[in-house]
């Protein structure tokens, strides 16, 4: 399974960008897609995930309502859209798969709980 992440970059603070991953391999058992970012000195943490069938979503309380994942099945692909963005939003993003199926069938927040990660995509959020 491989994983390919883009679309990051350098945009002001209010402004909009949006993130793509696709996925090529094990696909047909993708249980869910994520999206991670980290920042210098920092953990890597959860922003968003999809289950890839049903289309259940979950947000970091710090994403929500600005940002939006979504998943296109025939391209294989999941997108973030990042709107409202602000300077704390700077960070390196990475996309996850999971295969995985968690007990309680939930949207997986945890790092642990994706099994193959892209190389991740930088965006940056001038003040």
């Known amino acids: 399974v491989q994983l390919q992440a883009s679309g990051g970059g350098l945009v002001q603070a209010g402004g909009s960008l949006r993130l793509s991953c696709v996925v090529s391999g094990r696909t047909f058992s993708t249980y869910a897609m994520g999206w991670f970012r980290q920042a210098p000195g920092k953990e890597r943490d959860f922003v968003a995930a999809i289950k890839w069938s049903g289309g259940r979503t979950d947000y970091a309380d710090s994403v929500k309502g600005r940002f939006t994942i979504s998943r296109d099945y025939a391209k294989n692909t999941v997108y973030l859209q990042m709107n409202s963005l602000k300077p704390e939003d700077t960070a390196v993003y990475y996309c996850?798969?999971?295969?995985?199926?968690?007990?309680?069938?939930?949207?997986?927040?945890?790092?642990?709980?994706?099994?193959?990660w892209g190389q991740g995509t930088q965006l940056t959020v001038s003040s």
């Open positions: 996850a798969a999971a295969f995985t199926v968690p007990y309680g069938l939930g949207v997986p927040v945890r790092v642990t709980s994706y099994d193959y």
